[in-house]
């Protein structure tokens, strides 16, 4: 579902050559399916694409068969400073919304997929791999040769030079006792 284009193109070629029955088209079509996935338009704004899947999760949810909802950006996590300089602003919205469906839908939600900003054919087939198998990960980037999940690492803090009083200056502190001033 979403824009008609070369990703989603792509990737309904790749669910039919496995075996699966697909139809891609530009809204929810009501119908048993397993799984949908919206697949916004490359350079889509974010009000098109984020009042687009707003649509598709009522719908989905609505649907007798409860589809799994995938999201499926290009370029919308950026995983190093040169993607960052050409984040799809457009998409990025989508990753907020997708984690709310993922809480208030759970029964209904696939996961968030973040392939490069320039898709090649490699990719369209890892994105049916992770369609098709997932393990669990509902937030990934696909990048090349690389599955990227979201993790929290244990880091050191900064050495700090601590805080410094001078008997010659003014202090006013906030928050002492939850209110202003102490």
């Known amino acids: 579902v979403g824009e008609i284009g070369p990703v989603s193109t792509a990737l309904t070629a790749e669910l039919a050559q496995r075996g699966r029955s697909v139809q891609q088209a530009n809204e929810f ?3 048993e399916w397993g799984g949908v996935a919206y697949v916004p338009a490359a350079g889509a704004a974010a009000e098109t694409a984020a009042g687009a899947v707003l649509a598709l999760v009522q719908a989905v949810v609505a649907a007798p068969s409860r589809p799994r909802l995938w999201l499926v950006t290009h370029g919308a996590m950026p995983v190093d400073a040169v993607e960052a300089a050409v984040l799809a602003v457009g998409e990025a919205p989508l990753w907020g919304i997708g984690r709310v469906v993922a809480l208030e839908h759970p029964e209904s939600w696939g996961g968030l997929i973040d392939l490069p900003p320039v898709v090649a054919a490699t990719e369209i087939a890892r994105l049916v ?35 410094r009083l001078h008997a010659d200056a003014a202090y006013w502190v906030t928050g002492g006792f939850g209110a202003l001033g102490l």
Request: proline content about 8%.
């Open 129 to 163: 791999d992770e369609l098709l198998g997932s393990d669990g990960e509902d937030q990934l980037a696909l990048r090349p040769g690389r599955r990227l999940v979201a993790r929290l690492a244990r880091r050191a803090l900064p050495d700090s030079p601590g805080l």
């Open 29 to 31: 079509v009501s119908g």
